[in-house]
């Protein structure tokens, strides 16, 4: 790595520019000001907000934590892995607040019936067999860009049982299309918007982050 500083901020204009820029046009399109449901204290606005925040602060989060890890091994010499776990998982997590604006701004695309029941259970079960996949072949730590601290993660053989025969990227195709899954069931606007955003983000956070840091990572292999 010839400037560690140039990798950092490599493909990151991209990335969040584009992810920003998404969140920007999601904005455009929702319409809750009139959506007078409230739960926990938070109206439907607030609610779509939250959905929406939550994955940028998420992949804003993975990037600095693998970036300066693979340059200057800053999270190792400060929170640790277990630091840098702990939070990737209370901010997956936290993706689930979602599942709250299915309910308080329900049918406001269209009044959900036993077909959109059904085509949700469709594109539900793939997402599903994939979380199944990862914990029984490829790990949960593994998932969380354990590569990017541990060599012994580098020397695995890429996974190819379960869904990653199907397909390597496998948690970006399936299991982050759940949201569509209970957009479908709910006829929520928003959880659309919402589920559009977080499935185009995630594919920009790995071309434009997780790909460029496979070629560091896995150099010998490629």
């Known amino acids: ?11 990151q204009i ?33 609610w779509f907000l ?3 925040s939550i994955p940028l602060i998420h992949q804003i989060y993975v990037w600095i934590c693998w970036r300066s890890e693979l340059c200057w091994k800053s999270v190792t010499n400060t929170i640790g892995f277990k630091g840098y776990v702990i939070l990737f998982f209370i901010l997956i997590i936290s993706r689930l607040s979602a599942i709250v604006l299915c309910f308080v701004d329900y049918g406001s695309l269209y009044k959900p019936n036993l077909i959109a029941w059904i085509f949700s259970i469709i594109i539900f079960i793939p ?3 994939t979380m199944y996949s990862v914990k029984k072949y490829f790990g949960f730590l593994r998932a969380a860009g354990a590569d990017h601290f541990y060599t012994k993660y580098r020397d695995m053989p890429f996974e190819k049982r379960g869904i990653f025969k199907w397909t390597p990227n496998a948690m970006y195709v399936f299991a982050i299309g759940i949201p569509f899954a209970f957009a479908t069931s709910t006829g929520s606007k928003s959880m659309f918007i919402v589920a559009i955003y977080t499935y185009i983000s995630i594919w920009l ?18």
């Open 1 to 11: 790595m010839e400037n560690k500083l140039n990798f950092f901020f490599k493909g």
């Open 14 to 46: 991209w990335h969040l520019g584009g992810t920003i820029i998404l969140f920007y046009i999601g904005f455009q399109f929702v319409d809750l000001e009139s959506n007078t449901n409230i739960f926990f204290g938070f109206n439907a606005l607030n």
């Open 50 to 52: 939250i959905a929406m």
């Open 127 to 129: 997402g599903a067999y």
């Open 205 to 222: 956070h790995y071309y434009f982050t997780e790909k460029e840091d496979f070629k560091i990572i896995y150099r010998k292999k490629l």
